[in-house]
Structures are given as structure tokens and as C-alpha cells.
């Protein structure tokens, strides 16, 4: 494999993988630590077959053996893992005003982080601080593999930003300018996509095959994993709900002619607006739920409607998609975390009847866990040989 800028880099060296034994490594990365025999049984291998397949990963350092289990008759269990030293990755996700920013190993554990205010967010300043950092990580750690960069909007090809709204973006060819800039292959995503691929990769996904994502703050979004593989759409919209509309819904969506979306209802500013409503005065999204928790009606009342309303959210895309778990997140999340019940309540309002999906609410929103996201993508990407060149 060529990094972008051509000729010899960190991911050279690495077999091309046949889907089969893909899917094997990201199994064990997804584990951290697994058995021959767990791996035979969750994929419907053979032993036989299975030794056969993880021979390339072994000879490639990309999975290693760990230290032998105890077990009955016979020679003990070696479980595989990811070598975690093999490579290293950057994860960054893009605000309208700052760049969060992990560097990882191969097995997705965080080495460092980082914070760059982006005074100016224009695409080349932008890229010029990006590549700063990137460098800074290439003098003073591991070789780096690949770059990961979520952010909100859509994305074509994991690298051209068609639409980023916060950013003011149209059609930006982020991946190859930090390509050009770095030497290093850049993947590009949507936000929300990344941090599903988190949940998925490191979080309270890690153990399904289905989950979907809703997340509340300057925008509201979802995502989703089926059958272990991230759903990304046509063209690369899915989970695009902003403006879904909801049950009960009435306030007015600025830039649009309706009324009642998730975005209108459901949104930092949205909530904040229906506060100083309701009081008279400016309410910030945290001094709301302080007061509400406090006690004040009038706050409990916008703070109880906006979580009910986020559970029905939650609860339609989940009927669509029937994953074995919710996550729900952002950093407008402490409205849910105010009011659990009301959002179980609006996902029971949905789905009334038979099994409902575990639903976890992320009690410590962070956005370097969604460019932690970021650098799982381009840690999936790099296991399944779909680096760009």
C-alpha cells in the first residue's frame, strides 16, 4: 500500500487481504482479546479454516498472540489481539470553531489529544493547522498511518466535503489537501458517522452487530451499524434527521417552511429560545437543566417535553432499523441525562409492544470521542485495504 504522497510509507509492507480474513481482523480488533475457538464459533469457521486465515494477519505483525489461557486437555488456548505498536493513527473532528484531535494505535487506544482553535475556517487555513498538528505527531511519536477528519455535513468518496453548513463548506477536496499536505492517506466522514464507528469500535457497541446513534446539540443526527457495518446511504446521507418531524411538534424551522422537525424542537438554540420564552429572560442550555433540576416548573416543562420528544426521535429510527441498542449523545445531551424517564417514555410511545433496543444515554459527552471515531474509520479502512492511494 502507498501512503498518498507516493512511494514508501508506514502502511507498506501490509498483504492485500481477502474479505474473509478482513473480516477476521476487524472482529479481533472489535474484541481486543479473543480465542481461536470464540472466533470459529462467532463466525462459523472451522478451526482448520481459521488458522488458515489468520496466518497473513500473524506474518504481517497486524495481529499478535497473547499469553496462553488455561483450558482443559491439550496444548493452552493463545488468544489473538491486535498489535497495537504495528501502526498509529490521527483522529480530528471539526467544530464551526475548533478542530479536536487523538492520535491512537492500531488497536484504537488514545496516546495523545489536542484542541486547535480555527480562527479562520475557510478550507486552506484550515488544512494549513491540520497538517501542523499531523507533522508535530510525526517528529514527536510513532510513524503515523492514515488521518481520519469527521465533521458536520456530507461527504462524497470519504473525501470530497460536499456541504458543510457550520464551516461554510461547498465541494472541498479535504482528504486531498491533507493528503498533499501530510503524505499520509486522509479519510473523510460525517460527524455522526464517526461516532457511531466509536460506539461500535470502543463504546457500548462493542458487543452488538446493530446499533443507531441519535445525537442532540447545534444539530441533531443519527447513525447507524448493521450487521457490523456502518450504514453510510446515498450520497453518504443516512441519518440525516434534522428535519424528521416530531409528534407535538409547533415551533417554526428557520431557513425552511414547516414546522415541528427535530432540528426546530430538539436543538441547543431551539431549546434555549423556548426557555427564555417561557422565563422571561436569556437561558442557556445549562442553566436550564440546573433549574429544572432545581425544581423550577417552568424549566421542567421545556427540559421533560424536549426529552420525551428526543425518545420518540430515538424510538422512530429504531423502529426503522430495530438495532439491539440506542446510544444516544452530543453536547446538548444533559436535557436526556435531566430526564431519563421522559425519553424511555417517548421511545415506549413508538414502540409500545414487544423487545425495545437497550437504550444508553452517554453520560460524558465529549468531541474527542468523536474524533476518536474519526481515527477508528481510518483504522477500518486501513485493515480493509480501502486507504486511498
Not at 504481517?60 to 493463545?78: H, W, Y
Request: with cysteine; hydrophobic share 45%.
Amino acid at each position: 500500500m502507498s501512503t498518498a504522497g507516493g512511494g514508501t510509507g508506514p502502511t507498506d509492507g501490509w498483504p492485500e487481504l481477502d474479505a474473509t480474513v478482513q473480516r477476521i481482523a476487524v472482529r479481533v480488533l472489535r474484541r481486543g482479546e479473543v480465542s481461536r475457538a470464540e472466533l470459529a464459533r462467532e463466525t462459523g469457521l472451522s478451526t482448520g479454516s481459521l488458522t488458515r486465515v489468520t496466518k497473513p494477519l500473524l506474518a504481517a505483525g497486524i495481529v499478535t498472540e497473547g499469553s496462553a489461557r488455561p483450558g482443559g486437555s491439550g496444548r493452552p488456548s493463545l488468544p489473538l489481539r491486535v498489535n497495537a505498536a504495528r501502526a498509529s493513527f490521527v483522529g480530528v473532528n471539526l467544530t464551526a470553531d475548533t478542530a479536536y484531535a487523538v492520535r491512537t494505535d492500531l488497536q484504537g487506544t488514545v496516546l495523545d489529544t489536542a484542541e486547535l482553535a480555527l480562527p479562520d475556517r475557510s478550507p486552506v487555513p484550515v488544512v494549513d493547522q491540520l497538517a501542523g498538528l499531523v507533522r508535530r505527531w510525526q517528529r514527536d511519536g510513532p510513524p503515523l498511518t492514515a488521518v481520519g477528519v469527521a465533521l458536520g455535513g456530507h461527504v462524497r468518496d470519504w473525501r470530497t466535503v460536499t456541504s458543510a453548513t457550520y464551516l461554510g463548506w461547498q465541494e472541498v477536496d479535504l482528504g486531498g489537501g491533507l493528503g498533499a499536505r501530510t503524505g499520509l492517506p486522509v479519510v473523510v466522514g460525517n460527524d455522526v458517522h464517526a461516532l457511531t464507528q466509536a460506539a461500535h469500535l470502543f463504546g457500548p457497541g462493542r458487543g452488538v452487530s446493530s446499533l443507531a446513534v441519535v445525537t442532540v446539540g447545534v444539530g441533531v443526527g443519527a447513525g447507524a451499524i448493521s450487521h457490523d457495518q456502518l450504514l453510510v446511504g446515498h450520497p453518504g446521507q443516512a441519518g440525516d434527521v434534522g428535519h424528521l418531524p416530531l409528534e407535538g411538534g409547533t415551533s417554526p424551522c428557520l431557513g425552511a417552511d414547516h414546522v415541528g422537525c427535530a432540528v426546530a424542537e430538539l436543538s441547543t438554540s431551539a431549546l434555549e429560545q423556548e426557555a427564555g420564552r417561557r422565563l422571561g429572560r436569556p437561558v442557556a442550555l445549562a442553566e436550564l437543566v440546573g433549574l429544572a433540576g432545581a425544581g423550577d416548573p417552568r424549566a421542567r416543562v421545556v427540559v421533560d417535553r424536549a426529552a420525551r420528544m428526543l425518545g420518540t426521535l430515538a424510538g422512530t429510527v429504531a423502529a426503522v432499523l430495530g438495532p439491539e441498542l440506542v446510544l444516544l449523545s452530543g453536547d446538548g445531551i444533559a436535557v436526556a441525562l435531566a430526564a431519563p424517564e421522559e425519553v424511555r417514555a417517548g421511545l415506549a410511545r413508538v414502540l409500545p409492544a414487544g423487545p425495545r433496543p437497550e437504550l444508553v444515554i452517554d453520560p460524558v459527552f465529549s468531541f474527542h470521542t468523536w474524533a476518536h471515531g474519526a481515527a477508528g474509520t481510518a483504522i477500518l479502512h486501513a485493515l480493509t485495504g480501502r486507504l486511498p492511494r
